[in-house]
């Protein structure tokens, strides 16, 4: 998606090699026109799907989960990291590991609002070591919901994530494919080749999460 | 705004007589075309106010915040609830008490996104004690922007947020306002009404937050 590579060149600041900061425009502050845009895209690459939810977790993925639901036109469900007082039902849940706050956390979704009959796509801000990816995968697996697939909106390819959910046979498809940052410069992947899976590649080799 | 009302009416469910949950359509599953349309409500109450930017606190604020950001056409800014790894520069920040997690913590957001001349408008999911709004209210004081008003999705007439946010002179709207509940019935303030007081009244009486 060149409008969000521009910007991620023009307003993204590299804190370190692996640690970007793009909230200016993404996850603090936010360009809502970008975000709808970011919906659409993610319309056009998933959209011959039959998805009947979005889910997320919360804070920063909410945004693009949003702009997803409004563009496939379904409702979304974020996951909560802690469990809320009035969240008193029975939840699916999935332990997480943060690597950026170096913390361990569980996220969680109510089973009222999941289950076999929900198409679901996976969406978030970043997909770098794929922690809070993977614990969403494992509830919708949990869901007996089946995955549709996973959209980030920015992949750091030089962590893990992509490599495992792929392994799960989990279409995966991100926006901005960072292969590499230095001072001042951000690398990227050729989003056009065919690292980026179409959801139809995948889903042959394997029923999903 | 009946349309929210009459959904109130039919999913939320009420856990105590100060207890309302509404995560099957607002604050954890959440209904996209709902959302975009409190947006527009949002618009069509402070639209006439110069806004250049929306600000709310993660996580349920989120969605609200980018549906009034989507209909006014500016972009919105969520505090945060913790300092972020990222979020290395300096920030506006203001202690909130939670009572229905019987907690303090910090909100905080990067002085680099408000200004001077910004003119905000506060949105958030709910006003009940009013605790995070007074935040965000102190964030934008600090910031020397200008608050034009504050916007919430479900008002619980019965504590003591509004007067609080009142007392400061900052115009408050709720789209739905609740008087009083008990099991199974959920009694609204008639939302026409002086109570709900449109921007320009209460502007004259003072400056801002």
Redesign the interface.
Known sequence: MKVLEERIRQEGLI?SDT?L?V???LN??????L??QIGREFQTIFGDQPIT?VLTV??SG??FA??A??AL??????A?K?K?????EAVYSAPVHSF??QEDYLIS??Q??LGPDDKVLIVDDFLATGAALVGLCDIVEESGAQLMGVGCVIEKSFQEGRSLLEQRGIPVHALARIASMSPGEVHFIDNTGTGNARPEELMKESAGC
């Open positions: 804190l640690v900061k909230d200016s425009f603090h502050q936010v360009d809502t026109e975000a709808l939810k919360e804070a909410i945004q949003m702009a639901g409004i036109g379904v409702p979304f469900i974020y909560k802690k809320a007082v009035t969240l008193s950026t706050r979704i109510s009222k609002y």
